[in-house]
């Protein structure tokens, strides 16, 4: 009965109960390894940042489940991973990164076509690059997909990835605007990564001999690597679901209030336990917010920041939950440190809203102003409750206890390190962070 019900959840028909979940070629496309290995090299160098000392590891690292380990971390002005990040003197950040660093387990199945915790990145057929992004009709042509696209965006964000105002080229482009096209940032990137001639002979291979590395060239090879790096779909629920294996009878209790009386399954649904749509469920909000520079508020919209409809205000992306175990801290941004923490919120999220205490986010070096500024606005908090499209669940101390064990049942454990795992250098020789 409870395959039964977890098949039915995720859209499948129970003729099919003793037939195995679609095969990983059917759901993740594939690549060359030529390609997948120069993603690879690419996504741990910090030649892609502006000052050199940021690579997209820094928050998506393996040993910190493809995330920073952090509520809100500190990209460009940071040294260190996760926890032990701290604050460079010489070059401190001006504020931290706005939302919580998302996972990246499955990003490459052919599902995922939406990106970011507000979706501003998404796979649209209609336009000319194929994609919706922020730059509208500046997109470049040549991604692959919106996921090759998101993988590409941090290197703009002066927080992130590109430095401060004018400290560097890349900043310097990005302060002026120049985005695209020659001269703009992602040329300038573009023309680091020819310049070194490891990477050089590997988009050679590739493409042939003589071709040019653009900027498109970098983000395909990235997203043909997390696709192959990060695919997480051998956790025991997936046995349990190809071959019966059982589950602990924890888990299987968990799975059935999962996928019913908890009603986790209204938004958490599909393969990977996402409907990749968006929701607003009271999450608070702490830190700078999702603001341009000229904004001084610090709050989050979500969603209604992308398509400017009040009804979107606070909704964002349903996250995955495989590997769900290894991504804390939790939220769009990183309110909650702790697994039990975000499940309990989500019993009675107005009142968990209202009772937030932001010593529980998992903050690194810095004691920056706008921290808690937010949540200290009753005005701002009741918009927040406002939004909000959860009604209560009443669940006992054992039921949320049952649900934990399920979300663990999602962890792919071997998928942990990766399948290329961390290199030891890569060709600009700037140093890895392991």
């Not at 590891?57 to 991973?81: F, I, K, M, N, V």
Request: with cysteine.
């Amino acid at each position: 009965m409870l395959r039964t019900t977890a098949l039915l959840a995720l859209g499948l028909p129970i003729a099919v109960l003793a037939d195995p979940l679609p095969s990983a070629n059917a759901v993740f496309p594939a690549a060359s390894q030529v390609e997948i290995e120069l993603g690879w090299q690419l996504f741990y160098d910090p030649i892609l940042s502006g000052n050199k000392t940021v690579s997209c590891a820094t928050c998506h690292h393996p040993r910190l489940g493809t995330g920073d380990g952090l509520s809100l971390g500190l990209g460009d002005g940071g040294t260190g991973l996760g926890t032990d990040r701290i604050i460079d003197a010489q070059n401190p950040p001006e504020q931290r990164i706005p939302r919580n660093a998302p996972a990246l387990w499955n990003l490459g199945a052919v599902e995922f076509d939406t990106f970011f915790h507000d979706g501003r990145l998404q796979d649209d057929p209609s336009r000319p690059s194929g994609i919706r992004t922020p730059l509208g009709t500046e997109m470049e042509m040549g991604f692959d997909n919106a996921l090759a696209a998101q993988a590409m965006f941090p290197v703009l964000s002066g927080d992130e990835m590109a430095g401060h105002y004018s400290e560097n080229d890349v900043a310097q482009a990005v302060r002026q605007g120049f985005i695209t096209g020659e001269g703009g940032a992602w040329d300038i990137l573009a023309q680091r990564v020819a310049a070194l001639p490891e990477y050089r002979a590997g988009f050679e291979t590739l493409n042939g001999a003589g071709s040019n590395i653009a900027f498109h060239d970098i983000a395909n090879a990235m997203a043909a690597f997390i696709t192959f790096e990060w695919r997480a779909d051998n956790s025991p629920f997936d046995a349990y679901l190809r071959d019966g294996a059982p589950l602990s009878d924890d888990a299987s209790a968990g799975m059935e209030l999962f996928y019913g009386k908890a009603n986790c399954s209204s938004c958490h649904a599909g393969l990977f336990q996402t409907d990749h749509d968006f929701h607003a469920i009271a999450m608070p909000q702490i830190g700078p917010g999702k603001a341009a520079r000229f904004e001084r508020h610090n709050r989050d919209v979500g969603r209604g920041r992308v398509t400017g409809a009040e009804d979107d205000f606070y909704r964002f992306r349903t996250p995955s939950l495989r590997n769900i175990t290894e991504t804390g801290p939790y939220g769009h941004g990183g309110a909650y440190a702790t697994l039990e923490a975000v499940v309990r919120h989500h019993l009675d999220p107005v009142s968990a809203l209202n009772a937030y205490d932001a010593t529980q986010a998992l903050l690194s070096d810095g004691d920056f102003t706008n921290d808690t500024t937010l949540m200290q606005n009753g005005t701002e908090v009741a918009a927040i409750a406002k939004a909000n499209e959860l009604d209560p669940v009443d669940l006992n101390d054992a039921e949320v206890a049952s649900i934990l064990a399920f979300l663990a049942a999602l962890t792919d454990y071997d998928s942990l390190n990766g399948r290329l795992g961390v290199p030891k250098s890569v060709p600009s020789g700037i140093p890895v962070d392991q």
